[in-house]
């Protein structure tokens, strides 16, 4: 058996109805910069990025039919933390977003939310903490910080595969050293 070849993940394409709403939306809610744009063997396409060292982190293409199902699970955006994964939370409400999801993961915070076109996007932040997923803890937003961070590391602390992140980080990078 041949050994495996590496790479790194780097950047989604997906096919939306409308390019424009969805550049739009993405840059002004996560502050993503159309990078580049034009028209290729499927049709228009714009690049957006966050990040200076690559061209595109996104790429929107045209060509989703109307009418049909997102078969994104999610697309996720990580934030410094808890306020403001309450920030995005209150403006998700505030632009009457649907919400699909609030929850602890154990080892992040995170809402969900919809996009223009259905795909559900996670927000997210990190905790300290590391257990084995999936774990799905209730996130009630309306507990102060210090409340939501007692509980759930109350729960993950009970957890038979809790360590803390930086552990995990040490542990996966021997296992992805190999």
């Not at 580049?36 to 790429?59: A, R, W």
């Not at 009457?96 to 259905?118: A, C, M, Q, W």
Request: glycine residues 8%.
């Amino acid at each position: 058996m041949s050994q495996a070849l590496k790479a790194s993940f780097k950047h989604v394409g997906i096919y939306v109805m409308d390019v424009d709403t969805m550049v739009d939306f993405y840059t002004d809610w996560f502050g993503l910069v159309k990078t580049d744009e034009g028209n290729g063997p499927v049709g228009k396409g714009v690049f957006l990025s966050g990040d200076p060292s690559e061209h595109h982190q996104i790429v929107f293409v045209a060509g989703r039919e109307p009418g049909t199902k997102s078969i994104i699970n999610q697309l996720s955006f990580q934030v410094d933390d808890l306020p403001t994964v309450r920030a995005y939370h209150k403006r998700a409400q505030d632009e009457g977003r649907t919400i699909t999801r609030i929850k602890s993961h154990g080892n992040s915070f995170s809402i969900y939310v919809l996009d223009p076109e259905g795909n559900q996007m996670e927000i997210y932040c990190d905790t300290p903490w590391y257990v084995s997923q999936p774990v799905s803890l209730p996130l009630d937003l309306s507990q102060s910080d210090e409340d939501i961070l007692a509980q759930v590391e109350k729960a993950v602390r009970a957890n038979p595969t809790f360590m803390m992140q930086d552990e995990w980080v040490k542990k996966a990078g021997q296992l992805m050293a190999n």
